[in-house]
């Protein structure tokens, strides 16, 4: 406790001492004739309210410019960036300024003329022909900063009357046909405004619309704009589209794929063997000897002979093939096989498709340092064997064994001593096709659902404690709806969990806790599960990204059909008494963007309920919901939060049965750069787990309507050392709010998380 206390202080001084000696003003580093440009400010001259908002914007990112950050109203990056231009600059100047020093940015450096024809040009793209920009310098002496205030008085804007294909003496080719068609699906409305980038926007969706209609050699540059003001008085105009004069000839025609070769074992050292060619539903499977089956190819492919050339299904199908855990490059080349027009008007393509796979078989060794924030630490050790395309037909077969040992070194006193020995064997089977009697193969464009079969064995050992011996089998499909959008559906998932050895000391607990010894004696589970996820958060374009995951989990439902009931009025299979409940939950997370894609205002929150059902009277122990540690309230130590009020009497933490049937939990996190590698954040937790039921082992752990009140949390600081996504990450937290008490910081108990990857 000590050593963290330590750290958090050593830390503090830090940060202050950073702080003190950049409090020196900058100025007597500057040039005599240098000041610091500290921004731009953008005003609108206008009568109309209307579409101001987001033209401001776009003005506003046409001349942004950088800017020397502040802190405190001082400038530590730049202050330490000057210090260390010294001749004998020190050691700890140049360290400072390696981490967050910036260069000067100098009002003199900037062409305001140039800004002010970059928000003329930017405010004649987007319709307003006529306003006029000025500007305006405003210096501060006592800073030694500049910063600059354009002034825009905004005239009414042009606006659309009508917009259409203009005819000429060639408009009987098909082409023209086809983008009058994709007119009616313009992004150009009657009213808008004129804005070249619309414009530009447009061209590109008719270029793709004729694209998935066959014309391979179509460029969207091939179509020009002309707008019309001679007819009207009142700032409109009409917008013509056509064709540019010598467009080349095979640009105006659509393309059909004749032929589709495909190379299912394609590599430098086998393009001069000589390979068999396999004709199966239409296409030509080129290979020496049978790598991949076709007929379990052949599914992902879209591209069909004799269809017209799509870029769509080219896409879709690359998609598709890179989705086999088989392949390494997915590589489609078209190939024009005529010059010429057939009798259709159509010219001719041939496709050749590239697979290139990775290696079959792969042998992984890892040894890991774990530690807990419930104090145990020791050593894991896991190997991993991998057989791709094991039956020829992209199967993935992973065999892996891993085995751990835990100690618990620090906490309490009693508790030291206390370790844990987990083994472990797992084998499953990822098909990636749908294993079911009916083919739907053909109601899924995006992606093929994948079918997992597995299996594993796992023993816990914890010692002066108990064993717990358990096997698991599943059986399931995996699909990607769009590009956010995946589903996991388990309609087969069982597991047997056995309890072992006991000590003395658990069979007491079990006796003072009947609800926990009930979630014990529940050996087998049976049911179905069901995982829906939508993340924008992969796509870094976005500068917001939206989590959304619902679980939904049952079961014991079929089992009512097959069991019966034992002497004690428990429902048994097999004469195993079995678990019937359900339980889902949902998670919410929302990443926001600030400054950079390092900066980020990250928000989470968790619901999750289970309910008992007909003569189970608790959740099966492995069921239960938990909450604390490094990815929940990291304030409080892994399951040592709740459930609702309840406190062990000894104060010390049991780590097994303080778990709920419902969770709530919200978090708040600031996330920003301290280096290239190293990133920081404050955060705030908060959260619970409650009893569905009262359970007079567990005073205080019934779900009730001043559960609000019941919440514990926190709040933080962490470090995270992020290397090309791997990260390992520190979190130093300590409780604002204990679940029976009123809200009151306590710096004197702070929690270290060590954990890898981020908590959300």
Request: charge should be negative.
């Amino acid at each position: 406790m000590l050593r963290k206390k330590s750290t958090l202080l050593l830390y503090l001084y830090f940060i202050l001492l950073v702080v003190l000696t950049s409090s020196c003003s900058v100025n007597k580093f500057l040039p005599e004739d240098k000041t610091l440009f500290t921004g731009a400010e953008i005003e609108v001259n206008t009568e109309e309210d209307k579409e101001i908002s987001e033209l401001k914007s776009k003005l506003n990112s046409a001349i942004e410019r950088n800017t020397n950050s502040k802190f405190l109203g001082m400038r530590p990056g730049l202050y330490y960036h000057f210090k260390a231009q010294r001749e004998n600059p020190g050691f700890i100047n140049k360290f400072l300024n390696k981490q967050i020093g910036e260069d000067p940015y100098y009002f003199e450096s900037f062409d305001i003329d140039a800004d002010e024809n970059i928000l003329t040009n930017r405010l004649q793209n987007s319709g307003y022909f006529g306003s006029k920009v000025t500007s305006t310098v405003e210096r501060d002496s006592t800073d030694r900063s500049t910063s600059v205030k354009y002034s825009i008085d905004l005239v009414k804007p042009y606006r659309l009357k009508s917009y259409s294909l203009q005819k000429t003496l060639e408009d009987t080719l098909t082409i023209y046909k086809d983008i009058q068609s994709s007119l009616q699906s313009s992004i150009i409305k009657e009213n808008g405004l004129f804005d070249l980038t619309q414009l530009k926007a447009e061209r590109d969706r008719i270029d793709l619309y004729l694209k998935q209609r066959g014309y391979y050699n179509f460029n969207s540059d091939f179509l020009i704009f002309e707008a019309d003001t001679n007819r009207y008085d009142q700032r409109s105009f009409d917008l013509f589209l056509r064709l540019k004069t010598k467009v080349p000839k095979k640009s105006l025609v659509p393309y059909v794929v004749d032929e589709v070769n495909i190379y299912p074992n394609r590599s430098l050292s086998s393009e001069t063997e000589i390979k068999d060619t396999t004709n199966y539903m239409g296409y030509n499977f080129i290979q020496d000897s049978v790598f991949f089956k076709p007929k379990r190819l052949e599914p992902y492919i879209l591209i069909e002979p004799d269809k017209a050339y799509n870029p769509k299904t080219s896409k879709y199908t690359s998609r598709r093939l890179s989705s086999i855990q088989t392949y390494k490059f997915v590589n489609i080349n078209y190939t024009e096989t005529d010059t010429v027009e057939d009798n259709e008007g159509n010219r001719h393509l041939k496709a050749d498709i590239y697979l290139s796979p990775l290696n079959k078989r792969s042998l992984r060794l890892e040894l890991q340092a774990v530690t807990k924030s419930n104090n145990f630490s020791g050593p894991n050790l896991s190997v991993v064997y991998s057989n791709r395309n094991l039956f020829k037909g992209g199967e993935l077969l992973r065999l892996s064994a891993s085995g751990g040992y835990e100690q618990q070194f620090f906490g309490k006193t009693d508790d030291q001593g206390l370790s844990s020995i987990q083994l472990g064997l797992n084998a499953s089977i990822l098909f990636p096709r749908l294993i079911f009697p009916i083919d739907l193969s053909e109601s899924f464009e995006y992606a093929i659902p994948k079918t997992k079969v597995s299996l594993s064995l796992d023993h816990l050992n914890r010692t002066q404690l108990y064993t717990l011996n358990s096997v698991s089998s599943s059986f399931g499909y995996l699909w990607e709806g769009n590009t956010y959008v995946t589903h996991e559906l388990r309609p087969i998932n069982i597991q047997y969990v056995s309890l072992g050895k006991t000590s003395d000391e658990f069979d007491q607990i079990l006796d003072e806790n009947p609800f926990l010894r009930r979630s014990f004696d529940q050996q087998f589970i049976a049911g179905l599960t069901y995982n829906f996820t939508y993340d924008e958060i992969v796509d870094q374009s976005k500068s917001g990204g939206l989590y959304f995951g619902a679980n939904y989990d049952m079961a014991g439902n079929g089992l009512n059909f097959l069991g019966s009931e034992n002497e004690q009025g428990k429902n048994t299979f097999l004469g195993l008494e079995y678990a019937h409940y359900i339980k889902a939950d949902l998670e919410l997370r929302y990443h926001l963007k600030l400054d950079n894609d390092r900066q980020k205002l990250v928000g989470r929150i968790f619901g999750g309920v289970g309910q008992p059902l007909g003569t189970t009277q608790s959740l099966p122990f492995v069921k239960q919901f938990f909450s604390g540690g490094p990815y929940s309230v990291r304030a409080y130590r892994i399951r040592s939060l709740g459930p609702g009020t309840y406190s062990p009497e000894d104060g010390s933490n049991s780590f097994f049965d303080q778990s709920g049937d419902i969770k709530l939990e919200a978090n708040l996190e600031y996330r920003f750069p301290i280096t290239e590698y190293l990133n920081g954040a404050f955060f705030a937790d908060a959260g619970n787990v409650w009893l569905m039921q009262e359970n007079e082992a567990l005073p205080g752990g019934r779900f009730s309507s001043s559960f609000i009140n019941e919440l514990g949390a926190g709040v933080g600081f962490g470090l995270r050392v992020d290397i090309q996504g791997f990260v390992i990450r520190l979190d130093l937290a300590s409780p604002i709010k204990e679940p029976t008490a009123s809200w009151n910081f306590d710096a004197s108990s702070p929690v270290l998380n060590f954990a890898i990857g981020y908590p959300f």
